[in-house]
């Protein structure tokens, strides 16, 4: 790999042209470009052809990767991929022409290597976010130890300005047990329903069994699965679930599984299934037992 490649892949695959000169010289970025093994994505911002289409367009701004797109940057879950990078530039900051296309946001916000803090991230995507993709970038950051949940909520309290007391509360709901996003959009929409007593990961076992519902009610005994194909897709994958779901039923347990299409594009019809579920008679004779 040539000087200039090297240098640039350090530097996450792009980089100015001060910041290149204090390495290579003039004469190797300008033969790179005629080699076509760099190119140019704005004026004085240089980069390989395969540098990270967040982090490049960032940089071709004068800015930082923010929001969705640092989400990604930082490995949390995403119910969503952004469609053009998202990127903040500080206050006054002018967009410029030359730059790749992105979306923009202006603030003052923490970063490291041009990318915003993964707190300062998920902060950024609960303000802006639906309630069910802000707390699916939280409880992922959370989950895959990202963030400290200590440090979230205390960030989280010092906040000013506009929707701070609902990124607050979002926090407040941010759970490191649930495992997909989809687990949390499912949440998210009993949430907003008002639908309590489901907790995320919850535990059944006994001497001959054990399972996790993705959302259990330890008291109604009623579990609920969300289920994305990827987790399904085999002839394996469904004679295990039919064999969970007997045994489950067996300890008098009842389940309702949601797909992906349920819990994005009919919330209504998922909330009322489950209030339907927890105010069923047939449920006023179960015993009052936990997992």
């Known amino acids: 790999m040539a000087e200039i490649e090297q240098v640039l892949a350090h530097r996450g695959g792009s980089a100015t042209y ?28 240089y980069a390989l052809p395969d540098a990270p289409e967040a982090l490049t367009a960032a940089r071709s701004q004068g800015g930082v990767v923010s929001h969705l797109s640092a989400a990604q940057h930082w490995q949390m879950g995403v119910v969503t991929s952004p469609q053009l990078p998202h990127v903040t530039l500080p206050p006054g900051r002018v967009r410029r022409k030359a730059g790749l296309p992105c979306v923009l946001h202006w603030a003052d916000v923490p970063a490291i290597a041009d990318v915003t803090t993964p707190i300062r991230t998920v902060l950024d ?7 069910s993709e802000g707390l699916a ?24 300005g506009p929707h701070r007391r609902r990124i607050q509360q979002v926090v407040q709901l ?44 330890r008291v109604l ?14 002839r394996r994958a469904l004679v295990r679930d039919c064999r969970r779901s007997v045994q489950l039923s067996l300890r008098g347990w009842r389940v309702l599984r949601f797909s992906w299409e349920d819990v994005m594009y009919d ?7 489950v209030r339907a579920m927890t105010e069923s008679p047939a449920l006023s004779n179960r015993p009052d037992q936990a997992a």
């Open 18 to 45: 001060a910041d290149l000169r204090t390495l290579v010289s003039a004469r190797a970025i300008r033969a790179a470009l005629r080699a076509r093994s760099v190119r140019r994505v704005a004026k004085g911002v």
């Open 125 to 131: 995507c609960v303000r802006t976010l639906p309630l």
């Open 137 to 160: 970038v939280a409880d992922s950051a959370l989950h895959r130890g990202i963030v400290d949940q200590d440090d979230l909520l205390a960030a989280a309290e010092r906040l000013t």
């Open 174 to 217: 941010a759970d490191h047990r649930a495992e997909s996003v989809l687990e949390s959009a499912l949440r998210a929409i009993l949430v907003e329903a008002a639908i309590e007593g489901f907790e995320p990961q919850l535990p059944v076992r006994d001497a001959g069994f054990s399972a996790r519902l993705d959302l259990g009610h």
């Open 221 to 234: 005994r009623i579990g609920l699965e969300a289920d994305g194909f990827e987790h399904h897709g085999t």
């Open 267 to 273: 919330a209504h019809w998922v909330a009322e299934a």
